[in-house]
């Protein structure tokens, strides 16, 4: 049976809380560390950094990638999600988008009131 011994985990900064895309990055490591594999992470924040990070990965020579949850790469690339037999619709993400995007603006509103 092969072995993997590199996989690189690709990571959409500031998609999530700074706090909950740090848990997911140490979750990773800690797994990979279990599994004497070594991790290597890449950022892409726009889409126009996508092609950089994987020639980047291609270049590191790992034998396979993740890629942490992102609604933007999901809608860009229409990636499927599969829950049990359940495969989510696109749109789905899209409606997540535009939730977390009325929240945010709903924050700063209320963050605008109170202030003096």
């Known amino acids: 049976m092969p072995t993997v011994s590199r996989i690189a985990a690709l990571q959409h900064p500031g998609v999530y809380s700074e706090r909950t895309m740090q ?3 140490n979750d990773t490591k800690a797994t990979a560390k279990t599994l004497s594999i ?3 992470v890449f950022e892409a924040k ?3 950094q996508f ?3 994987f020639a980047a990965m291609r270049d590191a020579h790992v034998a396979a990638s993740i890629i942490f949850p992102s609604p933007m790469l999901r809608l860009i690339y229409g ?3 599969t829950i049990g037999e359940w495969t989510v619709p696109v ?3 899209t409606v997540g ?3 977390a995007g009325y929240l945010a603006f709903q924050g700063f509103l209320l963050k605008r009131k ?3």
């Open 79 to 81: 990636w499927s999600v």
């Open 97 to 99: 988008f535009l939730i």
């Open 91 to 93: 749109w789905v993400s």
């Open 23 to 25: 848990n997911m990055l």
């Open 51 to 53: 092609d950089g990070a």
């Open 38 to 40: 070594e991790l290597l």
């Open 114 to 116: 109170q202030q003096p």
């Open 46 to 48: 726009v889409p126009d």
